[in-house]
């Protein structure tokens, strides 16, 4: 059974930073890319990153380029997102997600994990 | 690119016809369309990919169609479970967007 699981969630202060782990089950992992979608209390989906399967290509949405690093570490089945410079807008739960291998749409989800950015 | 979905929300009773609309604001590779739906506390499914094809386990009551600029999901007869929010997405060069989402509630 394929299963992604998301941790490193919390409380950070504005400015403050966060990584976030991603980890695999039940498919080879580095056969899919792993996309980060969040979600604001209330709102709707946002793609945040892309990182394809060897790890070598890695694409960012807009509102988080130059503050969040996408990898991973395919011998340990794991994804990262690394954030910095964290605001209040960045409030969200975060998704990793599989990319299906035909790249056509985001096949299985993790629970995901719960940032805060307050003071 | 922007997805605008229509309606916002739609009020429905079980066992009618959804219809749900999601309008590029540019053209969209078929290959590259998708819509999610999402239950409360739950994350996001995958129903539809390339505009057409339903994913494992979806049962043939959800259908996709369209092309271009504008695409729509079917729910040909609605059942207590379907009532959620869908969103759709689509691709280009691996960045990806989805639409504001469309909530079924009960009516």
């Known amino acids: 059974e394929v299963q992604l699981v998301e941790s490193g969630g919390g409380l950070v202060q504005p400015g403050g930073s966060l990584r976030l782990s991603c980890v695999g089950s039940g498919f080879t992992f580095s056969n899919n890319a792993i996309v980060w979608v969040r979600q604001a209390p209330g709102k709707g989906l946002e793609w945040v990153s892309c990182?394809?399967?060897?790890?070598?290509?890695?694409y960012y949405a807009d509102s988080v380029k130059g503050r969040f690093t996408v990898s991973r570490d395919n011998p340990q089945n794991r994804g990262y997102l690394q954030m910095n410079s964290l605001r209040a807008d960045d409030t969200a739960v975060y998704y990793c997600?599989?990319?299906?291998?035909?790249?056509?749409?985001?096949?299985?989800w993790g629970q995901g994990t719960l940032v805060t950015v307050s003071s | 690119i922007v997805l605008t979905q229509s309606p916002g929300t739609v009020s429905l009773s079980p066992g009618e016809r959804a219809t749900l609309s999601c309008r590029a604001s540019q053209s969209v590779s078929s290959d590259n369309f998708a819509w999610y739906q999402q239950r409360p506390g739950q994350p996001p499914r995958l129903l539809i990919y390339?505009?057409?094809s339903r994913a494992t386990g979806i049962p043939d009551r959800f259908s996709g169609s369209g092309s271009g600029t504008d695409f729509s999901l079917t729910i040909s007869r609605l059942e207590p479970e379907d009532f959620a929010v869908y969103y759709c997405q689509q691709w280009d060069r691996s960045f990806f967007s989805f639409g504001g989402g469309t909530k079924v509630e009960i009516k």
């Open positions: 390339t505009t057409f």
């Open positions: 990182i394809s399967g060897s790890g070598g290509s890695t």
């Open positions: 997600a599989r990319l299906r291998r035909d790249a056509a749409g985001f096949d299985y």
